[in-house]
């Protein structure tokens, strides 16, 4: 039986590792409403449409360099490259997966940062949480990151959960086990 170093008498899982009992941690609040033991019992959610405004906000920050970054590589082949189009077409997919990479780095990277939040979501007083009220690891904002693919996939729907739920969390919340939460 694998333990990892941990006694416990707790029974062992399906792949016969035991895991200690832990309790959640005490969430890390800044603000004065909160009491209680995570986002499910104290803050307040971000709304419906405070969060539709910070993804219009996030994509101007994100979708102007985008449209410069895809543009330009293709402007510059076309007339450097003349009837090469294998160049055009290389200038193009690059600057596809360096926007592509862009937005994953910009939405993982600055929910996971301590500020909690993308400009659009601290422009509006939004911060993205785990359900214990944590600030989220690198991974946990990436598997978001690309939750919010598959929301896009299902005609949207994902996103549109966000003004039905009762926490106001969409399918890339709830895959993600995150909150979107008011910091103000």
Partial sequence: ML???RRSDAPPDFFGV???SVPPTQPVW????????GPRDSAQPGGFWLRIAAAMIDGMVVGIPAVIVLCVPAVVAHFVGGKNQGLVDSAVVLA???VLVGNWLYFSLLESSTRRATAGKRALGLRVVT???QQLSFLNATGRFFAKWLSSLILGIGFLMVGFTNRKRGLHDFMADTFVIRSR
């Fill in 131 to 133: 359900a214990q009220g």
């Fill in 96 to 98: 596809t997966v360096a």
């Fill in 30 to 37: 800044q603000d004065s409403q909160s009491v209680g033991t």
């Fill in 18 to 20: 035991v895991m200690a």
């Fill in 3 to 5: 333990d990892f170093g």
